[in-house]
């Protein structure tokens, strides 16, 4: 059987995509597994260190603000479909699944014109515009919030899977956190921030913590910061500040840390759900859906993580993390809080649910 994957733009997407590929190859290790994406995202990097195969395509987010290169950008996408279309119909593809973002249309669209099974994975607590694009026509939705049901119209809701959001299978492997501490050079008895923005990097988050590393240092608190891909910063940090562009062993750093800060994508919530981690989120700002602002107050209002706005980060977020990194008792109640959000089999239950709906066991 053959599955193509629309997925990626940023880890947030790819990386539940990629554990749902995992899992389809535990089932069966003769499935074939295509990812397609844009070579100079992180998806075309990643894919193929997975072992899976990458069609690149070459598309861009449209916005008719932008004149003509709104034209070329909606010409790529239509390139992007034909494309797809072809490769659906040259290697018999089974099924397409889709993590949502402009990257999951031409895929989607692609499977709608070929009638083969579309299976569709919001991330977030409410859709986004190309999940919401592709409900109509899709065989499935598999959501990461028990809520997100919600924000679907009720016909369909006979098409909505609660499952979580699934992890890459590097978290099924637990380390002790003072192990954790020592193996990346961090002191196991002063608190430890992990802190970081995505895989692309937070501009707001990186300058909070370049104009307060000095006052977390005095105060003996280390820090893991990871600034994003691209984003070099060249600053001379005390010995318990280490910068870091882009972390792939992200099980470690989250067992190693005490307190988390970061943006509030769905797949951090789901690491830090099941690594049982007390967090500060601080949702992206520019989100088109105010998605990262749901997920984030979702959370909040559960006492499961603590919320701040963007706008607020120079004059609220330092005390904040003092106040909280030292309160042993708070630590406590949002880790016990978060991890009722961990779902650790969602990558399993994706895809015994996509071969079920694809009738896999007959065809066997």
């Not at 075309?44 to 072992?51: I, L, N, R």
């Not at 994003?228 to 870091?244: E, M, Q, R, T, V």
């Not at 005490?258 to 981690?277: H, M, N, Q, W, Y």
């Not at 042993?328 to 009722?340: C, G, H």
Request: hydrophobic share 40%; charged share 20%.
């Amino acid at each position: 059987m053959h599955f193509l994957f629309g997925a990626g733009g940023t880890g947030g997407h790819l990386y539940p995509a990629l554990a749902v590929a995992e899992a389809l190859r535990k089932i069966d290790k003769n499935f074939k597994i295509t990812f397609t994406g844009r070579l100079d995202k992180i998806e075309g990097v990643k894919v193929k260190e997975f072992g899976f195969d990458f069609l690149p395509i070459d598309i861009r987010p449209i916005s008719f603000s932008q004149g003509f290169s709104a034209i070329k950008n909606l010409v790529r996408f239509y390139s992007a479909i034909r494309k797809i279309t072809k490769f659906i119909k040259t290697n018999n593809c089974n099924a397409v699944i889709v993590g949502g973002a402009y990257i999951s249309i031409p895929p989607g669209i692609s499977a709608i014109r070929n009638k083969i099974p579309l299976f569709l994975m919001e991330s977030n607590v409410n859709p986004g515009k190309a999940i919401s694009l592709l409900t109509a026509r899709s065989k499935a939705i598999f959501t990461s919030f028990q809520n997100s049901y919600e924000y679907f119209p009720d016909k369909f809701q006979n098409k909505i899977y609660f499952a979580g959001n699934p992890l890459r299978s590097s978290f099924d492997n637990k380390i002790n956190q003072n192990d954790a501490k020592i193996k990346l050079g961090f002191s196991p008895v002063e608190p430890l921030i992990l802190v970081f923005g995505g895989s692309l990097g937070a501009e707001s988050i990186n300058n909070f913590i370049t104009n307060n590393y000095e006052k977390f240092a005095e105060k003996s608190i280390n820090i893991a910061w990871q600034t994003g891909l691209g984003k070099n910063l060249s600053i001379n940090l005390p010995s318990g500040i280490k910068i870091y562009s882009f972390i792939d062993d992200m099980a470690s750093f989250y067992a190693a840390a005490d307190l988390v800060i970061s943006r509030s994508g769905a797949s951090t919530i789901s690491e830090l759900s099941i690594c049982k981690k007390p967090s500060i989120l601080i949702p992206y700002p520019s989100a088109s859906n105010n998605e990262q602002l749901r997920n984030a107050e979702t959370l909040e209002k559960k006492n499961a993580a603590i919320c701040v706005l963007d706008k607020d980060i120079h004059s609220n977020l330092f005390n904040i993390v003092i106040n909280t990194i030292f309160d042993t008792n708070k630590l406590l109640e949002l880790s016990e809080n978060i991890s009722q959000f961990a779902m650790p089999g969602a990558a399993q239950i994706i895809a015994n649910k996509i071969l079920e709906n694809i009738n896999y066991e007959s065809r066997k």
